[in-house]
Every structure is written in structure tokens, then in C-alpha cells.
């Protein structure tokens, strides 16, 4: 029995070109994740948000990453995200840190090995509303309807091209019972 499946994954990927490509469908299903996550987005109603309240603590990115930020609650560090973008303006990102906020949020539902993410709906520091949830809203529907979906594209061609090397004249065929 193991032998049989020893042959079976080998025969998948009995030269080079086969295990590249197997290689590329696996690094593109792992990015097309995201991309199958935007997809299946849902919005929630403003009344099923959960809602939170704590210290604002922000914490600056290096380089290319974007800021994020976290509320304190009870020394436990709650952990927001705004999907593609920053959620708070860059230049306010100082007169924010360690001010009071309440934040309505909902746990995104991603999709395989990526774990969800708390996205942020509407955010309120010291009374004021600074994020608003339609805004919120037609942010995250706009990322859905607008995202080019590119890994998941990438996914499905390259596993179509690995179904069609398998069905390729190969030079070297597997020899299957050798004693």
C-alpha cells in the first residue's frame, strides 16, 4: 500500500517540469487565499458588529508595511486590520496613540492556512467618530468588487498547465514493476 502511493505522488512528478509547475500551484494557492477571501465577502449589519473599548496603542511600520493598530483591554492587545489600507490617516497616527477608543468590529472569515483578522468598522477616539461604518463599508465592498483576484487567476492556470503536463508524452515513462 505505501509503495503504491510512493509510486503515485513520483509518477506526478517524475521530471523537472512537473515538480516546478507543482511547486508554482502550491505558492499561488497559498496567495490566492486572500484573493478567494475578497470574493466571498459579506457584509454584516451594524447591530451584529462586536464592540470594543480600550487604549489606542499604534504601531508604525517599517518600510512598506503599513501602520497597525491595537486596542488595550485589560493588558490583553486586540489586533485591527482595514483590509488593504491604513486605517487611520498618517498624519493623525501621534494624536491618536494612548487617547480612549471604541471600536466596532467583526472577525474576517479568510480562507485556509491565513487566519482571520479582526476588520475594523467604525472607530470612535475620545467621543469623536473618526471611522465611520458606511465608509467602512463601501471600502470593503469596493475591495471585493474591484479586486483583481490576480493569485487566483494565476492558481487556475497553473493547475491547469500542471493537468495538462501529465497528460504530456513523457520521454522518460515510470517503470512500474522492476524487481
Known sequence: MKKTVIWRIE?????????????LVL?????????????????????????????????????RVRDTFSLLINNQEMLFSCGINECLPINKTSDYQGKAAKVWSEESKNIGLMGGENLLYQLEINGKIILNYQDQL??????????????????????????LLQFANNPTPPTRNEK
Not at 509518477?11 to 511547486?23: A, G, H, P, S
Not at 478567494?36 to 457584509?43: I, K
Open 27 to 63: 505558492f499561488f494557492a497559498f496567495l490566492a487565499q486572500r484573493d478567494f477571501s475578497n470574493l466571498l465577502f459579506e457584509a454584516p449589519d451594524f447591530n451584529k458588529l462586536t464592540v470594543s473599548e480600550g487604549i489606542i496603542k499604534i504601531h508604525k511600520g517599517q518600510g
Open 11 to 23: 509518477f506526478l512528478v517524475n521530471n523537472q517540469r512537473k515538480k516546478i509547475v507543482l511547486l
Open 138 to 163: 463601501k471600502h470593503y465592498i469596493s475591495i471585493k468588487n474591484f479586486s483583481p483576484a490576480i493569485n487566483l487567476v494565476f492558481f487556475i492556470i497553473t493547475a491547469v498547465f500542471f493537468i
